[in-house]
């Protein structure tokens, strides 16, 4: 595929010490991260959410695609601010249904007592939490559940949890039987069904003591373009990854293209505060101020 790389002007020393961008691999960050690797300034890292602020914050990557959970158990350094700064440049979010984070129930909402939660991902369990509590009146106990260990396990009920939250791609390529769970919730719909706004996972983030750092300011604006060029030619893009993944075209391009949002506007920031401001709330994060960039 063409990219943007012979077209970005690069730091001489950039050849010499790569921009380390660090993000998960599914489908729904195709968008923001297509391209990024063939760009000679850059070295593009993959891995689960839960691992990304850590790499961030240990200096494995300068940016990543950080969850907002992660954000808040960042905490503070010793001048009182957070440790992890927002970079308005992409994010992964929706503006109503999500379609890939999900809770799975055998039993209705209100009568969930656990929640076997997806390693995978810290926001979305803080989310469903905070979804049960508010919509459905309950506080379940939540237990680690490593989905991928399970997922294939076809049609035998004793290998699936009561209630169980899954996220990513496997909520489409190895999606758990529908039989086995007659209620299931659709977090990002159901967050917009509280409160009228989008509901953003995660943010490209750095290390509050390198916001100004050129390597972070050169990973955000090459991030940003490379956004925006692929948001010009998203059907191609979307159609050679979703063939790959093995995700239905038709499912994919209606994903991407209809119910996800890669943008940071004014309703985005708003929903950071409320997020955050709500989680705490309920004792599921701690306090913390939202520090943009820029």
């Known amino acids: 595929m063409t990219t943007t790389a012979d077209n970005i002007q690069t730091n001489p020393d950039a050849a010499q010490v790569p921009t380390r961008i660090a993000a998960v691999s599914y489908l729904n960050t195709t968008p923001m991260i297509e391209g990024l690797d063939a760009w000679r300034g850059a070295e593009l890292i993959t891995a689960v959410p839960a691992r990304l602020a850590g790499m961030v914050l240990d200096g494995r990557a300068d940016v990543g695609l950080v969850s907002l959970a992660d954000y808040a158990r960042a905490g503070t350094d010793e001048a009182g601010r957070p440790r992890l700064t927002l970079l308005p440049c992409g994010m992964i979010g929706c503006d109503g249904p999500t379609l890939t984070v999900r809770v799975f129930s055998a039993v209705p909402p209100e009568h969930i007592t656990t929640l076997h939660a997806d ?166 994060l701690r306090g913390v101020e939202v520090r943009w960039a820029g």
């Open 119 to 284: 390693t995978d991902s810290h926001t979305s369990v803080v989310l469903a939490q905070a979804v049960l509590a508010e919509r459905h009146g309950v506080r379940p106990e939540v237990r680690d559940f490593h989905a991928r260990e399970k997922l294939g396990s076809g049609d035998d009920a004793d290998a699936w949890p009561e209630t169980m939250l899954l996220i990513g791609d496997k909520v489409v390529t190895d999606s758990p039987p529908a039989v086995r769970y007659p209620y299931q919730i659709d977090l990002g719909e159901a967050w917009h069904a509280m409160t009228g706004l989008p509901f953003v996972y995660a943010v490209w983030m750095c290390r509050t003591d390198r916001a100004d750092d050129p390597a972070v300011r050169t990973a955000a604006d090459l991030i940003d373009r490379q956004r925006r060029r692929n948001r010009m030619r998203l059907d191609s893009v979307i159609t050679a990854e979703a063939a790959r993944r093995g995700w239905p075209g038709d499912l994919a391009r209606k994903y991407i293209g209809e119910l996800l949002r890669f943008e940071v506007d004014d309703r985005a920031r708003e929903a950071v505060g409320v997020f955050l401001t709500k989680a705490a709330g309920l004792g599921l």
